[in-house]
């Protein structure tokens, strides 16, 4: 076997599922969690002091499909097991940087000044700043939008759906 092959692929199953999985982390706590799964997800957007909560469930569901990937790879498809390894680094980021970094589930308490992690930290707070499940902004875990463009986002919310507006752009379109 090729030694690049040997190297290149796993590797790059690897960073291609990582990515991946912040797009689907990110789109199924949009659509998912703020939608049908709400009953779970709730438990994370309501104040307790629970070390555990309803919404932990969804980890335990992707970490079935993690294991599941595993015994794929080793069974029958090889590059299922290079893929669960890219969902388990995920979940390691996650981890790190959701509940470790923006929920404090650590026994230490650090908030970054500046940076990366500061963009994280922020685009988060601001995902919680909303009320219930509407009208939220920035899904995603390791990827931030600059927090400006949240803000705007959120402000764009608040105003609500004006049906006069939408006309209107109907009417220019024609």
């Keep these: 076997m090729n030694i690049v092959f040997f190297y290149a692929v796993p590797a790059l199953l690897v960073i291609g599922t990582v990515a991946f999985m912040e797009w689907f982390a990110a789109w199924s706590h949009k659509h998912i969690m703020h939608g049908w799964g709400w009953a779970w997800h709730k438990s994370h957007h309501e104040h307790h002091d629970h070390a555990l909560e309803k919404n932990d469930l969804y980890a335990v569901v992707f970490a079935g499909f993690a294991m599941a990937m595993f015994a794929l790879g080793h069974f029958l498809w090889w590059p299922a097991w290079w893929m669960a390894v890219g969902i388990s680094i995920y979940a390691i980021l996650y981890f790190f940087l959701h509940d ?12 970054p000044r500046k940076g990366y992690l500061k963009r994280v930290y ?12 509407d009208g939220c902004v920035s899904f995603g875990f390791v990827y931030a939008q600059p927090v400006d463009q949240l803000v705007h986002q959120l402000q764009l919310n608040k105003r609500g759906f004006d049906e006069s507006a939408l006309k209107e752009e109907d009417q220019r379109a024609t």
């Design 100 to 111: 470790g970094l923006v929920h404090q589930r650590w026994p230490f308490k650090y908030v």
């Design 122 to 133: 922020q685009a988060h707070r601001l995902h919680h700043a909303v009320e219930g499940r």
